[in-house]
T-cell receptor, first 109, second 117 residues
Framework: ELKVEQNPLFLSMQEGKNYTIYCNYS?????LYWYRQDPGKSLESLFV?????AVKQEGRLMASLDTKARLSTLHITAAVHDLSATYFCAVRGADGLTFGKGTHLIIQP | NAGVMQNPRHLVRRRGQEARLRCSPM?????VYWYRQLPEEGLKFMVYLQKENIIDESGMPKERFSAEFPKEGPSILRIQQVVRGDSAAYFC???????????????FGPGTRLTVL
């Protein structure tokens, strides 16, 4: 059974700081996704990582994938309040996606 | 290009009633997935469908829950005789393909928030 673990689950940080969210998964997969969810809203696709060593960046967010370690990271640079949300990683299994529990990120001025 | 559409957005049912949730995939997408999200939790896969076929229902409870994706019309997630534990947000996602060239990113609808009284 595919398991996906994120840490930390809760993160409060100040604007301007850097931080990293980690996503570990238990079995081999060829797709890893990062999603953002605002309270009461749906999921917004941020990144799709397809291969070992893949790195993608969008604004202050950068995601990377190490398939050998079964680890993905989402790095936040110089955080701003607008990035406050819940971030989910998800790994493709046999058919559907398996999600982590999410990281609740609060960025304080 | 309209995104994934779900309706209703909010649904209130009393215990024992039936809930019917609808999902229209993005244009050109033939794969539909249903997920359930409990408060403060990630999404849990329920079922994966293509037109007129259930491909994987390993995440669906064995009783009271069913899903279909007919040749014409939206995909339907049906919950019979709802109980309080069914209260959750139900998200539908669609993708153009699962295997082959290109990504198969799933695009999520806005969700239906079911409350069982």
């Amino acid at each position: 059974e595919l398991k996906v673990e994120q840490n930390p689950l809760f993160l409060s940080m100040q604007e301007g700081k850097n931080y990293t969210i980690y996503c570990n998964y238990s079995t081999t997969s060829d797709r890893l996704y990062w999603y953002r969810q605002d309270p009461g809203k749906s999921l917004e696709s941020l990144f799709v990582l397809l291969s070992n060593g893949a790195v993608k960046q969008e604004g202050r967010l950068m995601a990377s994938l190490d398939t050998k370690a079964r680890l993905s990271t989402l790095h936040i640079t110089a955080a701003v309040h607008d990035l406050s949300a819940t971030y989910f990683c998800a790994v493709r299994g046999a058919d559907g996606l398996t999600f982590g529990k999410g990281t609740h990120l609060i960025i304080q001025p | 290009n309209a995104g994934v559409m779900q309706n209703p957005r909010h649904l209130v049912r009393r215990r024992g009633q039936e809930a019917r949730l609808r999902c229209s995939p993005m244009k050109g997408h033939s794969h539909v997935y249903w997920y359930r999200q409990l408060p403060e939790e990630g999404l849990k896969f329920m079922v994966y469908l293509q037109k007129e076929n259930i491909i994987d229902e390993s995440g669906m409870p064995k009783e009271r829950f069913s899903a279909e994706f007919p040749k014409e019309g939206p995909s339907i997630l049906r919950i019979q005789q709802v109980v309080r534990g069914d209260s959750a947000a139900y998200f539908c996602a669609s993708s153009p393909q699962v295997q082959g060239v290109g990504t198969d990113t799933q695009y999520f609808g806005p969700g239906t928030r079911l409350t069982v009284l």
